[in-house]
Every structure is written in structure tokens, then in C-alpha cells.
């Protein structure tokens, strides 16, 4: 069985999606570790865009992408077992990133805060703990991406080996 090159591109846009949240990440641990800036100012290169409001929405449509590429590769899970169950992991950690980030806006709506601890955050550093979270959430599912072979799939077929 083949996959489709739509799902294909909803995998490769939504691990992108990712690496520009991960990046953002690892700008606030830049600034909290290095910088020594403290975790509730630490706000990556756009700031701007640091509100509880668009964390909540930017890791929803990270795991909406990964369940419909996952949804769509579940006839495949015998022939390529390993890579499905990177991608599994993935989406499990996301799933749980989501639950903290639903936990996170019910303490933005009634508290007011921002950022709010979310519910580990209350015993952990966010900071690094979301960097933990974003890393394992990208990681997962990018070994998966090149476990099935999706990157030969959409490289045109003259194209010339890398070379450094």
C-alpha cells in the first residue's frame, strides 16, 4: 500500500510547524538559562506571540496534524511497526502537551495569568519543561517521517545525492 502525497505534505508541514515552536522554545531557554532571565520573562525571539492563547492553539493543530497523518497510516502498521510506533509516542506526548496547555488557559481564564504554571509546571521549571516537551513531540515523529521513508518519497527521482 502507498500513501498518498497529501499526507505526506500534512506530515512534512506539520513537522515544520513544530521545528519554528521548537525554535521559539529554545530562545526561552537561551534567555532563562543563559541570559538568566526569569522563566515568566523569558519569551522567546517573538515575544508577541508568547500568550497562553496561541500556545493552546499552535500545539492543537500540531496534534490535529499528527492524528491525520496517523489516522491515514494505521493500514501500515504491520509493514513499517517501528515507525508507527515512533509516531504513537509522538502523539501520545502531544496529547499530554495538549492536556496542559487546556489546563493552562482554565488558570489564564480564571486567574488571569501569563504564563500559568498548567499542571506540571507547578513542580518544574515551565521553561525547561516545555523545551522537554517540544524536543520529544518533534523528535518522535520526525524519526518516524524518515523511518517510513518519506523523505525518498518526495524528492524528484533525478534528483542528485547529497554531498557536502
Same mark, same amino acid.
Given at each position: ?46 515575544? =508577541?506571540? /508568547?500568550?497562553?492563547?496561541? +500556545? !493552546?492553539?499552535? $500545539? #492543537?493543530?500540531? @496534534?490535529?496534524?499528527? %492524528?491525520?497523518? *496517523? ?51 507547578? =513542580?518544574? /521549571?515551565?521553561?525547561?519543561? +516545555? !523545551?522537554?516537551? $517540544? #524536543?520529544?513531540? @518533534?523528535?518522535?515523529? %520526525?524519526?518516524? *517521517? ?19
Amino acid at each position: 500500500m502507498t500513501v498518498s502525497k497529501s499526507v505526506i505534505y500534512i506530515f512534512i508541514t506539520s513537522l515544520l510547524y513544530q521545528v519554528f515552536h521548537w525554535i521559539e522554545h529554545l530562545a526561552q531557554v537561551w534567555q532563562h538559562w543563559v541570559l538568566s532571565i526569569p522563566a515568566s520573562a523569558s519569551h522567546g525571539i517573538l515575544f =508577541f506571540f /508568547d500568550f497562553e492563547w496561541n +500556545h !493552546f492553539t499552535f $500545539n #492543537t493543530l500540531y @496534534l490535529v496534524g499528527l %492524528l491525520t497523518v *496517523f489516522i491515514k497510516l494505521i493500514p501500515l502498521r504491520k509493514l513499517h511497526a517501528l515507525a508507527f510506533f515512533m509516531l504513537l509516542i509522538g502523539i501520545i506526548v502531544q496529547g499530554y502537551h495538549e492536556v496542559e496547555h487546556v489546563a493552562k488557559i482554565i488558570q489564564h481564564i480564571t486567574r488571569n495569568c501569563e504564563p500559568c504554571p498548567g499542571i506540571l509546571g507547578n =513542580f518544574l /521549571d515551565g521553561v525547561y519543561f +516545555h !523545551f522537554a516537551l $517540544n #524536543t520529544t513531540v @518533534l523528535l518522535f515523529p %520526525l524519526i518516524a *517521517f524518515f523511518a517510513y521513508g518519506f523523505h525518498r518519497q518526495i524528492l524528484p527521482k533525478n534528483a542528485p545525492p547529497f554531498s557536502p
